[in-house]
C-alpha cells in the first residue's frame, strides 16, 4: 500500500477560515435544499497539500451523497451552487457528486455526475473524475463532513494513476507544447508560464517518484527534474501562482524563449518515465 500523507486538520487551524466559510455555506444550503443527500465533503488539490493563496486559490470539493440524486434533485443542485457563486465569486467552489460505491471502485466505472466549475454547472459531467483526484482523496484529502478518509473505502491503484498520467502526457501536453512552439508570442504570458512548467512538472514528479505532489511542489521540483537553468522559469511560475506577479528577471522574449524550450524537454523527458 502506498503511504498515506493526508495532513491532520484536527484542532488546527486547518483548512483556512475562508475555506470553511464557504464550505459550512454550501453545506447549510444544500442540507436545506435536499436533507440527507450529501453525508460526506471532502478537499482535494492544493488544500490537501497545505497550500492555500487567499483570493487565488480555488476549492476543489467531492461531496458523497447517500444515493444518486434524480434529476429534481439535480436542479435544486444547480440552484445551490448558483447562490455559492454569487455569495461567494472567490474562491472558485469547484467539484463534482458521486456516491460511497463510485469511490471504492475504478473511476472509469463511475458515471457521468453532477459536477461545476468556476460557476458553470453540468447536469452530467467528469470534472476531475480521474485516477489523480481518488489518489488526492486517499493519499491527501482533507475531511469536512463524513467518516474521515482514512475509514473511506477508496479506490487505488498506483499502476494505473501513472498510466493516466503518461496518457495525459502524450495526449495532452504534448499537443500545448507544439502550440507553446508554433505561438511563441503567448509564452510570455504570466498565466501561461505557471499553467505549462507546474502543470508538466507535477506529472514528472508522480512518474519519477510515485508520489503525487502540489504545484509548489512541482515547482520546486523544476531543479532537480530538469536542471539548475530553469531555476529563474520556475521562480516566475510560483511567483505568479502565489500573488499574481511576475518577478520579472527575465525580459518577454527571454522568458517567451525559456518556455518553448523548456516545454519540449520537460515533456520529453517526462514521457521517458515509463509507466
Known amino acids: 500500500m502506498h503511504p498515506r500523507e493526508r495532513?491532520?486538520?484536527?484542532?488546527s487551524l486547518w483548512p483556512p477560515p475562508e475555506v470553511r466559510q464557504v464550505c459550512d455555506t454550501y453545506l447549510s444550503m444544500v442540507d436545506e435544499a435536499a436533507p440527507g443527500l450529501v453525508e460526506g465533503l471532502y478537499l482535494h488539490g492544493s488544500l490537501g497539500f497545505g497550500e492555500w493563496y487567499a483570493g487565488r486559490s480555488d476549492v476543489d470539493?467531492?461531496?458523497v451523497t447517500s444515493h444518486r440524486p434524480d434529476s429534481a434533485t439535480v436542479r435544486l443542485l444547480r440552484d445551490v451552487h448558483d447562490r455559492v457563486a454569487e455569495?461567494?465569486?472567490?474562491?472558485?467552489?469547484?467539484?463534482?457528486?458521486?456516491?460511497?460505491?463510485?469511490?471504492?471502485?475504478p473511476t472509469a466505472s463511475c458515471p457521468d455526475v453532477p459536477c461545476t466549475l468556476g460557476g458553470t454547472f453540468e447536469t452530467q459531467g467528469r470534472l476531475d473524475v480521474n485516477p489523480v483526484t481518488w489518489h488526492e482523496l486517499a493519499w491527501h484529502g482533507e475531511t469536512v463532513r463524513g467518516a474521515r478518509l482514512d475509514d473511506v473505502e477508496i479506490w487505488t491503484d498506483l499502476r494505473v494513476l501513472r498510466e493516466y498520467s503518461?496518457?495525459?502526457l502524450s495526449s495532452y501536453w504534448q499537443k500545448q507544447a507544439d502550440a507553446i512552439?508554433?505561438?511563441?508570442?503567448?509564452?510570455s504570458?504570466?498565466?501561461?508560464?505557471?499553467?505549462?512548467?507546474?502543470?508538466?512538472?507535477?506529472?514528472?514528479?508522480?512518474?519519477?517518484?510515485?508520489?503525487?505532489?502540489?504545484?509548489?511542489?512541482?515547482?520546486?521540483?523544476?531543479?532537480?527534474?530538469?536542471?539548475?537553468?530553469?531555476r529563474i522559469l520556475a521562480a516566475e511560475a510560483l511567483?505568479?501562482?502565489?500573488?499574481?506577479?511576475?518577478?520579472?528577471?527575465?525580459?518577454?522574449?527571454?522568458?517567451a524563449a525559456q518556455l518553448v524550450a523548456f516545454a519540449q524537454l520537460s515533456v520529453r523527458e517526462s514521457l521517458a518515465l515509463r509507466p
Not at 7 to 11: E, F, I, L, T
Not at 181 to 187: D, L, S, V, Y
Not at 240 to 252: F, N
Open 7 to 11: 495532513r491532520s486538520s484536527a484542532g
Open 61 to 63: 470539493f467531492v461531496a
Open 87 to 105: 455569495t461567494f465569486p472567490r474562491p472558485a467552489y469547484d467539484g463534482f457528486y458521486c456516491t460511497w460505491t463510485d469511490l471504492a471502485r
Open 166 to 168: 503518461h496518457g495525459n
Open 181 to 187: 512552439a508554433q505561438f511563441p508570442a503567448e509564452a
Open 189 to 230: 504570458k504570466p498565466e501561461i508560464v505557471t499553467w505549462f512548467v507546474l502543470g508538466v512538472t507535477r506529472l514528472h514528479h508522480l512518474l519519477a517518484t510515485d508520489r503525487l505532489t502540489s504545484k509548489d511542489g512541482a515547482g520546486r521540483h523544476v531543479v532537480d527534474a530538469f536542471g539548475e537553468e530553469w
Open 239 to 255: 511567483s505568479y501562482r502565489a500573488t499574481g506577479e511576475r518577478i520579472g528577471v527575465l525580459p518577454d522574449e527571454e522568458l
